[in-house]
Structures are given as C-alpha cells and as structure tokens.
C-alpha cells in the first residue's frame, strides 16, 4: 500500500524551531485534520511534506520512494497542494487555469479542455469556466483551486484551509466532496480551524494536534478524549454537544461574573 510518511522531520529557520520530529503517515482513504493555534506549524508541516522547504532531520517518502528523489511530474502525480493563497491574479479565464493542472499528462489539448471542464462541474463552477479569475468572488477563486487539484489526479491532496472564503453551505459542500474523493482511495491533510466540518466528510477522519512545532496527538474526531485535548491545545475548555446525529465540538461559554445584577 502507497503511504505518504513523514519520518521525525523537523524544520529550523532564523534560528527557530518550525517543526520538532514531527511524524505521520497518511494512508488512501484517510482523512487526516490538522489543527493548531496560530504559529503551531500547521502550513510548514505540509510544506515540509511537499519537499518545499528544507528538512533539518527526518524524511519524507511516497511508498518507500524518498521525496526528493521524485521528478517534478511524478511528484505531482502524487501530491497535490492547496496553499491559502492558490491562483495568480492575472485574468486567466477560470477554464485555463484549471487545465494548467494537467501538466503532468501527456494529452491532446482536447482531452485536457474536458478533464478541466468536469472538475468545474463538481465544484459547481461550470457557468464560470470563460470567467476572468479577476472577476470571481473569493469563494468562487477558491473553488475553482479545488477544481484544479481534482484536475491534478494526484493521490494525496494536501490542503490549508479548502473552506476558506467560502459561505456556510458552500463549506460543507466542499467537505462533502473531499468525503466522496476518500471513497476512490483519495488520502487528505487538511490544515482547518474547524473541526466541526469534519461531520460532512462521512467515514472516519481523524484529527492531529500541533502545538509548538509537535505533534501532541492523533486521534479520531469521535473519540472521548478529543474535546479536552483540544481545549488544552488552545486554552479554553471544549464542549461535545449532539445536534442532527453529528459531534459538535464548541468553546465553552464563560462562567457567570458572581450573579451581578
């Protein structure tokens, strides 16, 4: 089975520390949640697992290929990002800068214009294909980044915030899609504020907590103990509610002033 692992990989930059022998593996079909405060290392783990930043220690590997032994196009044959800042601003029409993620395919530039076509059709964005990216609202921009990725085909997306500047519905429609990628062996890293979102994605994700460059936990966003460790992560006690069959996992309320009038 193809795995992507990191293996103990730390990263230091201006004398600090950016991640501390961190350690994972992401398996087809897992939904892997990343979550942290701010400054705890979310975006470089990633960045780490995509060879873009140089490793202190450690390795990453696909299969048992280290990563940086990998060509450009194998590389992306396999990984796919989503940073939080994903298209150009030049005003490429939507259709172009999706089918730009088919550069590891050897096609004809019809096959390639339908391939990009149906990924904006699963993220709703058919309408917009001619569209200038300078004329997209900000959720529309980031759907069209996520159509790109499914464009890729790659067997690993990792992602750093796939909700963001979306409304409500569209961020569950898009949790709801990456769900539906893990059943056809897609594997998942997502960097997200919201664990909550995890409720539409269907089987079982798990969630890992980074804190100061570490790794504090794994563990499945079902689990008992997940609402205390978060409240620990972020300093504020956690509350597990039920709502519609799913786990909500809130702040608590502050406790009352003394019962002033």
């Given at each position: 089975?193809?795995?992507?692992?990191?293996?103990?990989?730390?990263?230091?930059?201006?004398?600090?520390?950016?991640?501390d022998?961190?350690?994972?593996?992401?398996?087809?079909?897992?939904?892997?949640?990343?979550?942290?405060?701010?400054?705890?290392?979310?975006?470089?783990?990633?960045?780490?697992?995509?060879?873009l930043?140089?490793?202190?220690?450690?390795?990453?590997?696909?299969?048992?290929?280290?990563?940086?032994?990998?060509?450009?196009?194998?590389?992306?044959?396999?990984?796919?990002?989503?940073?939080?800042?994903?298209?150009?601003?030049?005003?490429?029409?939507?259709?172009?800068?999706?089918?730009?993620?088919?550069?590891?395919?050897?096609?004809?530039?019809?096959?390639?214009?339908?391939?990009?076509?149906?990924?904006?059709?699963?993220?709703?964005?058919?309408?917009?294909?001619?569209?200038?990216?300078?004329?997209?609202?900000?959720?529309?921009?980031?759907?069209?980044?996520?159509?790109?990725?499914?464009?890729?085909?790659?067997?690993?997306?990792?992602?750093?915030?796939?909700?963001?500047?979306l409304?409500p519905?569209?961020?569950?429609?898009?949790?709801?899609?990456?769900?539906?990628?893990?059943?056809?062996?897609?594997?998942?890293?997502?960097?997200?504020?919201?664990?909550?979102?995890?409720?539409?994605?269907?089987?079982?994700?798990?969630?890992?907590?980074?804190?100061?460059?570490?790794?504090?936990?794994?563990?499945?966003?079902?689990?008992?103990?997940?609402?205390?460790?978060?409240?620990?992560?972020?300093?504020?006690?956690?509350?597990?509610?039920?709502?519609?069959?799913a786990?909500?996992?809130?702040?608590?309320?502050?406790?009352?002033?003394?019962?002033?009038?």
């Amino acid at each position: 089975m193809t795995s992507l692992r990191l293996e103990a990989v730390s990263v230091q930059a201006g004398g600090r520390t950016l991640l501390d022998a961190a350690s994972l593996e992401l398996e087809p079909g897992r939904f892997l949640a990343l979550v942290g405060p701010n400054g705890a290392g979310k975006t470089t783990l990633l960045r780490a697992a995509l060879g873009l930043v140089s490793t202190s220690a450690g390795r990453v590997t696909v299969g048992n290929q280290p990563l940086h032994l990998l060509s450009p196009k194998a590389r992306a044959a396999e990984l796919a990002w989503l940073p939080q800042q994903s298209l150009p601003t030049e005003p490429l029409p939507a259709r172009e800068a999706v089918m730009a993620a088919r550069f590891r395919f050897s096609e004809t530039a019809v096959a390639t214009r339908r391939a990009a076509e149906q990924a904006l059709e699963r993220v709703g964005l058919a309408a917009r294909a001619s569209s200038p990216l300078t004329e997209l609202s900000g959720g529309e921009r980031q759907r069209i980044a996520i159509a790109a990725l499914l464009a890729q085909e790659a067997r690993f997306l990792l992602l750093d915030e796939p909700a963001n500047h979306l409304d409500p519905a569209q961020q569950g429609e898009i949790y709801a899609l990456l769900g539906r990628l893990l059943e056809t062996g897609i594997a998942i890293l997502c960097v997200t504020h919201d664990v909550n979102l995890l409720n539409h994605t269907g089987g079982a994700p798990q969630v890992a907590g980074l804190r100061g460059g570490k790794l504090v936990f794994t563990r499945p966003f079902d689990a008992p103990e997940l609402p205390a460790e978060l409240g620990e992560l972020f300093g504020v006690r956690m509350l597990s509610l039920a709502a519609n069959h799913a786990r909500l996992i809130v702040p608590a309320p502050p406790e009352p002033n003394g019962g002033a009038a």
